[in-house]
C-alpha cells in the first residue's frame, strides 16, 4: 500500500499512538472543543477514523460557558499521553486554564466518556513512563522533570520521586524542549521532543539514558519541512508493528488548515530511532554527511482497510439527539437548545443566551475542514428567529467569517460578516425574501492560499457570493485550524431558533474541482 504525505489533511496535532495487537489507536488534541480528545483507530496507519472521546465534558464552569467574558481558547486540553497499563487505558493531560492535570481511564478505548482523577498540578507536556515497574510523567519546557505516580495511576505518589530529570539546551534556543513521548527499548530511557533553534524551524530530537540519573545522550532526529518552508515537521511519537517493522508520526504547521499528521518510516541506526528516509547530503546540508527526510510517499506492507473520514455530510435525520462522532462543540453546549428530534430531519440551534458576537456564543456545532480545501453547505429555515438574531454557517478560528440570516428592523437580511487582520469587521447585507436559504462556504488551502469564500442560494437559483473573501490565518489565541460551523445565537433576546438541514461537505481535488 502506498502512503501519500500528509497522512490526515486535516487539524490531528499531538499525536500519541497505541497498537493493540494489529489495531492501531491515537489520540489528539482538540483543546476547547467538546466532546474532547478524540480517539482515532486504523488497522493500517494510513487510514483513520474517530471512534470514541475521552471526556464528555471537561469542566463545568464560567470559562467552558463562555461567561463574563471568559474562554478557554487556545487552552483546555493539551497534549495527551496514551498507554495501556495492567489491562487498562489511560490517557493524560494537562489544562493551564483549570490549573490541572487529568488522568483518565477506561476498559474500553473504543467506548466515550472514561473515569477521571484530577491533580491539583501542571505538568506540561507530560508523558507516561515505566521504567523498572514505577510509573511516571516526565514532563515540562526546557527543564525537564519526573513524578513518580501511585501504582493504580490515581495521582501522585507521596513522597515518591519529583525532581529535575534534565536540563535540555537553552543557548541558541527559540523554543527549548517539549511535548515529550517516552519509550522503553532494550534498557534505554528514550525522551521524544521537538525543539526549535533560532533561525531554524520545528525539528524532532531525542535524550537516552540507561538510567534516571542519567547521563543523557542527544541526537536530532529529523529536522526537516517537507517542501514547507520554516515549518518543520517534528512533535508526535513512534509505533512498531506486529511484525516489527517502527514508523513515527509527527505533525507540521501548515496554516490555516491546522497542525496536520505526518507518517513515515523509522530506521534504528546505532541504538536511535531515526525519523524518515535517508538521503545524500546537499550543498546546504553538507555534502557527504546523511540527511533524514520525510517521504512524500512511500510503501506500507499493509492491506488498505478504508475508514470514516473525518469530517463528513449530514442528513440530520436522526430519531435521537446524538451527535456524529465527527462533530464536537466550541465550548460547552446548551443541551436544552439543540435537538434533532424537535423537528425531525432538521437540526434546531436555540439561542439560550445573548452574545456579542461568534467567539462568545454557545451551541456553535462544528467540524474539521481539510486539504487541499473543500465546500461545505447547508440548507437553512429562518421562520423561528427573533429580532436581532444572527444564524447560518461561519468559517471558525479567531479571523473568522460568516455567512447567515440576520434579523434586524423588522426584516431578514442575508449577512456575510470577515474579520480583517487588524480585528476589525467588514459586513455585507442583501434582503432576503423567504424563510429559506441555502448556504456555502468555499475553503482552499491549496498553495497555501488559505481563503475562504461565502455564498448563498435562493430556492433554484444560482448560488451568489456574498461579501469579502476571508484571509484566513492560524493564530495564536484560539490555535487550532479552521472549522466549519454551525451557529445561531441571539444579540438582543433569547428564545428564537433556526433550523438547519443537509449539511454536505464536499472535498476538493488537487486540480481545484469538489467531490463528496
Not at 481511564?105 to 507530560?126: T, Y
Not at 423537528?343 to 487541499?372: C, I, K
Request: proline share 4%.
Amino acid at each position: 500500500m502506498e502512503i501519500r504525505n500528509p497522512i490526515i489533511g486535516a487539524d490531528m496535532p499531538d499525536p500519541d499512538l497505541l497498537r493493540i495487537g494489529d489495531t492501531y489507536y491515537m489520540v489528539s488534541t482538540t483543546m476547547f472543543y467538546v466532546p474532547g480528545a478524540p480517539v482515532l483507530k486504523s488497522k493500517d496507519l494510513c487510514h483513520w477514523e474517530i471512534v470514541s472521546y475521552i471526556f464528555d465534558v471537561l469542566e463545568d464552569n464560567e470559562i467552558y460557558r463562555l461567561e463574563n467574558g471568559r474562554n478557554a481558547y487556545g487552552k483546555g486540553q493539551w497534549a495527551t499521553s496514551l498507554t495501556r497499563y495492567q489491562d487498562r487505558f489511560y490517557a493524560c493531560f494537562v489544562s493551564h486554564d483549570c490549573g490541572k492535570t487529568y488522568i483518565f481511564s477506561s476498559d474500553d478505548i473504543e467506548k466515550s466518556g472514561w473515569d477521571r482523577v484530577e491533580i491539583n498540578e501542571v505538568f506540561h507536556d507530560m508523558s507516561f513512563l515505566f521504567w523498572e515497574d514505577v510509573p511516571y510523567l516526565v514532563y515540562g519546557n526546557g527543564d525537564i522533570r519526573i513524578v513518580e505516580l501511585k501504582r493504580d495511576l490515581s495521582g501522585v505518589q507521596e513522597g515518591g520521586l519529583h525532581r529535575l530529570l534534565l536540563q535540555t539546551a537553552a543557548e541558541g534556543m527559540m523554543l527549548r524542549c517539549e511535548g515529550c513521548r517516552a519509550i522503553v527499548r532494550n534498557g534505554y530511557i528514550y525522551l521524544l521532543f521537538i525543539d526549535w533553534p533560532k533561525g531554524g524551524r520545528r525539528r524532532e530530537v531525542c535524550y537516552r539514558s540507561q538510567s534516571l540519573e542519567g547521563p543523557w545522550e542527544f541526537r536530532v532526529l529529523l529536522d526537516d519541512d517537507c517542501g514547507l518552508p520554516g515549518c518543520g515537521v517534528a512533535q508526535g511519537t513512534l509505533i512498531n508493528s506486529e511484525s516489527g517493522e517502527w514508523y513515527g508520526m509527527l505533525f507540521q504547521d501548515r496554516g490555516a488548515s491546522g497542525r496536520i499528521p505526518y507518517l513515515m518510516p523509522v530506521q534504528w541506526e546505532e541504538g536511535w530511532p531515526m525519523f524518515g528516509v535517508k538521503e545524500e547530503g546537499t550543498k546546504e546540508s553538507g555534502e557527504g554527511q546523511p540527511v533524514w527526510k520525510v517521504p512524500r510517499t512511500f510503501e506500507l506492507p499493509f492491506e488498505a482497510v478504508p475508514a470514516a473520514p473525518v469530517a463528513v455530510s449530514d442528513s440530520f435525520s436522526h430519531k435521537e439527539n446524538r451527535l456524529g462522532l465527527t462533530w464536537q462543540w466550541n465550548h460547552n453546549p446548551i443541551p436544552s437548545c439543540w435537538s434533532f428530534t424537535e423537528r425531525p430531519g432538521w437540526l434546531r440551534l436555540q439561542t439560550g443566551h445573548v452574545a456579542s458576537g461568534l467567539m462568545d456564543a454557545r451551541n456553535t456545532l462544528t467540524q474539521r475542514t481539510a486539504e487541499p480545501g473543500c465546500v461545505c453547505e447547508i440548507e437553512m429555515d429562518a421562520s423561528g428567529m427573533k429580532e436581532g438574531d444572527y444564524a447560518g454557517l461561519c468559517a471558525f478560528q479567531g479571523r473568522f467569517g460568516q455567512i447567515g440570516v440576520s434579523m434586524k428592523n423588522g426584516g431578514k437580511y442575508l449577512s456575510a460578516v470577515q474579520k480583517d487582520d487588524q480585528g476589525k469587521l467588514w459586513e455585507t447585507e442583501t434582503e432576503l425574501h423567504a424563510d429559506t436559504v441555502s448556504l456555502r462556504v468555499l475553503f482552499d488551502y491549496r498553495d497555501g492560499k488559505d481563503q475562504a469564500s461565502f455564498f448563498y442560494k435562493e430556492k433554484e437559483a444560482e448560488w451568489v457570493q456574498l461579501g469579502n473573501i476571508l484571509q484566513m490565518a492560524f493564530t495564536l489565541d484560539v490555535f487550532v485550524g479552521y472549522r466549519i460551523g454551525i451557529f445561531c445565537y441571539a444579540r438582543k433576546e433569547a428564545g428564537g431558533y433556526a433550523d438547519f438541514r443537509d449539511f454536505k461537505i464536499h472535498m476538493m481535488a488537487d486540480g481545484g474541482s469538489c467531490e463528496e
